[in-house]
């Protein structure tokens, strides 16, 4: 059976295992996926990932993140998703929670956070909000 919006799948898979203070988890790769963990490791909410070779697709392994036992991740929101996407102009990129969150958008520049594409002035597609 296949997933209709792996993105969506591998955020609420963080999520739960955020809650069940896990320290590691795999979910399936995906080259959208992998830059997302790479604005998730650059802005400091996980510790590390790695990408393992074990069949065709591959898997992810994420190693999270705990600041005096409590995740660093407070919060995961999916925004775009495949029944209703959801496009920002490069004037109307948003600001999570004042600057202390971040927006993963997905532009022709490719995937950003949405400072730099303030930076860039780009706009596209809102991938998800992380605070």
């Known amino acids: 059976m296949s997933i209709s919006d792996p993105i969506a799948n591998a955020l609420t898979n963080i999520r739960n295992a955020m809650r069940a203070r896990k320290e590691t988890l795999d979910i ?3 080259n959208l996926i992998g830059k997302i963990l790479g604005i998730l490791k650059a802005d400091g909410y996980i510790e590390d990932f790695r990408l393992m070779k074990s069949n065709a697709q591959g898997s992810f392994k994420i190693y999270l ?3 005096n036992k409590a995740p660093a ?3 995961l929101k999916r925004i775009s998703r495949p029944g209703l996407r959801k496009y920002v102009d490069n004037t109307k ?13 997905s532009t022709s520049k490719g995937v950003l956070t949405d400072r730099e594409a303030r930076k860039l002035s780009v706009g596209g597609e809102l991938i998800c909000y992380i605070w």
């Open 73 to 75: 991740i407070i919060g």
């Open 28 to 30: 399936p790769a995906s």
């Open 93 to 105: 990129v948003p600001h999570v929670l004042n600057g202390l969150g971040t927006a993963v958008i």
């Open 65 to 67: 993140k705990y600041i």
